[in-house]
């Protein structure tokens, strides 16, 4: 089966009232809470700059070119756009895991569905609980060492924007991946039909991150990422 096979079945089951449905939990859910805790911090958190910087005058008697600048309204302007759209950026990240994690119980559901309307010929072979928690465990401490590999360059133009996605990318590819596969075989046979395509499915799944970084859209299809690689895997063991 094709790529555009698959486009087609996962489109056609994303947008059945079932899993539109399901779409909006995680939309809903990581919403809410990314921009709440954006909005409702965001003033107080300007605020104390202002306070920090300027009201307790150090700033002006150490660095009084630096507090004429920055007292200028335009100058706070600029400042207060910069910080909002760092934290629409940091928001869109923080969603990526919110909603990966989210999706985490909804797999079940979308492989259930998906097995029984097109692939019921094939017997499901879940992978244990046990070692579900612990490849989950050991996924989420190499994002955390990875993140803190991270830190060093953040502080440098450019290459920050790499190192900040690169700890996310991690955790989003394996999470999702190991959510799907190990819902339909067992770990053994997953590393024997995936040994050949793992390149293909490491680009399907930058491909869904990097949408999954939009506002709003990215939110919205994460149920999609979990229905066009169940399939893809399927096919993968129909030609098998």
Do not use: C, W
Request: glycine residues 4%.
């Amino acid at each position: 089966m094709k790529h555009m096979d698959i486009f087609s079945k996962s489109i056609s089951d994303f947008f059945s009232k079932k899993f539109l449905t399901l779409s909006f939990a995680p939309l809903f859910v990581v919403l809410v809470l990314s921009l709440l805790v954006l909005f409702l911090s965001g003033g107080e958190v300007l605020r104390i700059l202002q306070i920090a910087l300027l009201d307790d005058g150090k700033l002006i008697s150490d660095f009084p070119l630096i507090a004429k600048i920055l007292s200028f309204a335009a100058v706070h302007y600029v400042i207060t756009i910069l910080f909002y759209l760092f934290g629409v950026f940091l928001a869109a990240v923080l969603s990526v895991v919110i909603g990966i994690l989210i999706l985490g119980f909804l797999t079940p559901t979308v492989v259930k569905t998906v097995h029984k309307r097109y692939y019921s010929e094939y017997k499901l072979q879940a992978t244990g609980t046990l070692k579900t928690f612990s490849v989950t465990l050991l996924t989420l401490l190499k994002f955390v060492l990875l993140l803190i590999l991270a830190i060093p360059f953040m502080f440098i133009p450019i290459l920050n924007i790499v190192a900040f996605n690169v700890p996310f990318f991690y955790l989003f590819y394996k999470l999702l991946t190991f959510d799907v596969i190990s819902n339909i075989i067992d770990e053994k046979s997953a590393e024997e039909l995936l040994k050949p395509v793992k390149f293909n499915i490491l680009l399907l799944s930058f491909l869904f991150y990097m949408l999954a970084l939009i506002p709003l859209v990215g939110l919205f299809l994460y149920l999609f990422f979990a229905l066009y690689l169940t399939h893809y895997i399927f096919t993968l063991l129909i030609k098998k």
